[in-house]
């Protein structure tokens, strides 16, 4: 089994690619993470697709996931696990459990907020 934390580099760069791909502007980006109910700012949106962005730190739970639903077809885990051929229940379990601890450490950073 091998455990993968999320590069936010790389996903900034494949986010970036997608909206050079889908020749998508920020208007039509702001109108499908509203269409989800995620509200971003044009100005984040600005210092995400900006040159050098992938050196810069941007909020995962609000900026970066939001944007991988929409340009990326995809939900980001902050923890991937590789199967292992010979044991994927371990490996699905440890899987669940890694990203269940996440997501409740983030509801509880939430709820202190």
């Known amino acids: 089994m091998r455990i993968k934390f999320l590069d936010t580099k790389e996903v900034i760069r494949k986010l ?11 208007d039509k980006i702001l109108r499908l993470l509203e269409e989800k ?7 984040t949106l600005s210092r995400v697709f900006s040159d050098g962005s992938e050196d810069k730190t941007f909020n995962l739970e609000y900026t970066l996931r939001p944007l991988a639903s929409v340009l990326l077809d995809e939900e980001l885990n902050i923890i991937e696990v590789y199967e292992d051929k010979n044991n994927p229940t371990e490996t699905h379990s440890l899987k669940d459990a ?5 997501e409740d450490l983030l509801k509880e950073k939430k709820s202190t907020q």
């Open 16 to 26: 970036k690619k997608a909206k050079i791909e889908k020749n998508i502007s920020y």
């Open 37 to 43: 109910n995620h509200f971003l700012s044009k100005s």
């Open 98 to 102: 890694l990203n269940a601890e996440y």
